[in-house]
């Protein structure tokens, strides 16, 4: 009878979520959404009430160059647009060392910036440490998250938030950035974090093997309390977890969002409408991306390189993984393509 009370009082506990629509998004559409297309999509979230829409290039502030994709909008223009839009909902964004700059941050405070998350390769927190500090010297909410979290142990992991937090962190949490787990690694790795920490945990997820909905319960179940997930899965790769099937799967389950779900199937059918080509789909390339555990937004950059050297775009994928290729290294993927064009010509 006890062990029933404290697994519905555990089902009880309240659920973040927050939405990467339009920044993860913009992967897909190769950073190319308008002024119009952020406008609309962040008043329909907002009318949702989901609680924070993150937006900006995919790689996050200061990242729009020839190397990842320039935008078709500057940072400042993206931020100002879906600022004026946001009445319940935060204004998020994202920042990677390396792209970003202290004075990227300090821009997107002037912005409005509500909350801003910091990423690092799985095993580089301390590179977040003068972001973390800054934002928080500054007063504004920071997250840390590490990409390609895969690539190490669930303790080094929990290792790594716990060194965040020293740093300033308000939340910690992890990507899945290739779309490589499976249920139970997130529940290991999200176990391990949120005995490691006093703050919330985070989850994202890709869907590079269909997994994305079941890994972001999963991460829920073990002790995550933010879960990423974007509109009609709208994302790098294969897509992320999706927005609209998550939070009524999360509610079937007795977790508490608080958002409204008829608005946020609303938004679902615009960002369909408006802001895609297609929806994502689990195509081959993507199930090898997942397997082979290769940053999911590598997926345009190596369908061109591939085609341009009649390459299959599979066996760079393959190959990026067994060279554990991380974001940030897409100079890699042309040296893979032609090492694997020379094997094929000889």
Not at 15 to 20: F, G, L, N
Not at 49 to 66: F, M, W, Y
Not at 71 to 98: I, N, Y
Not at 299 to 322: H, T, Y
Request: proline share 3%; hydrophobic share 45%.
């Amino acid at each position: 009878m006890n062990e029933g009370k404290q697994e519905s009082a555990a089902a009880a506990r309240p659920v973040t979520i927050y939405d990467p629509t339009l920044r993860d998004g913009h992967h897909a559409v190769r950073h190319q959404l308008n002024r119009d297309q952020l406008r609309r999509y962040a008043a329909a979230a907002d009318a949702a009430r989901i609680p924070v829409v993150e937006v900006g290039h995919g790689n996050g502030l200061g990242a729009s160059s020839l190397q990842v994709g320039r935008a078709a909008l500057t940072d400042d223009e993206m931020l100002s647009t879906v600022r004026e839009q946001l009445t319940h909902s935060k204004m998020g964004a994202f920042l990677l060392p390396g792209w970003g700059t202290i004075h990227d941050l300090k821009e997107a405070i002037n912005h409005g910036v509500d909350v801003v998350r910091v990423g690092a390769h799985c095993t580089e927190s301390d590179t977040m440490e003068r972001y973390l500090d800054f934002l928080r010297i500054s007063d504004i909410e920071a997250q840390g998250v590490l990409v390609m979290s895969h690539m190490t142990t669930p303790e080094r992991l929990a290792e790594e938030c716990r060194q965040m937090v020293g740093f300033g962190a308000s939340a910690v949490g992890i990507m899945d950035s290739a779309g490589h787990y499976l249920p139970e690694d997130v529940s290991e790795r999200i176990a391990a974090i949120a005995g490691a920490v006093d703050v919330p945990v985070i989850f994202h997820g890709h869907n590079n093997l269909g997994m994305s909905v079941a890994n972001s319960i999963a991460a829920v179940r073990a002790g995550a309390t933010i879960i990423d997930s974007c509109a009609r899965g709208f994302g790098a790769g294969a897509g992320n977890t999706q927005l609209e099937v998550l939070v009524p799967v999360l509610e079937r389950y007795g977790y508490s969002t608080d958002v409204d779900l008829y608005a946020l199937l609303d938004a679902a059918d615009l960002a369909e409408r408006e802001l895609m080509p297609k929806p994502p789909t689990i195509d081959s390339v993507s199930i090898v991306s997942g397997l082979a555990g290769v940053f999911s937004g590598f997926k345009a950059r190596v369908f061109d390189i591939a085609n341009e050297l009649q390459v299959d775009p599979r066996d760079i994928f393959f190959e990026l993984g067994r060279r554990q290729a991380v974001a940030g290294q897409e100079d890699l993927i042309i040296d893979v393509a032609l090492d694997l064009s020379k094997r094929t010509a000889s």
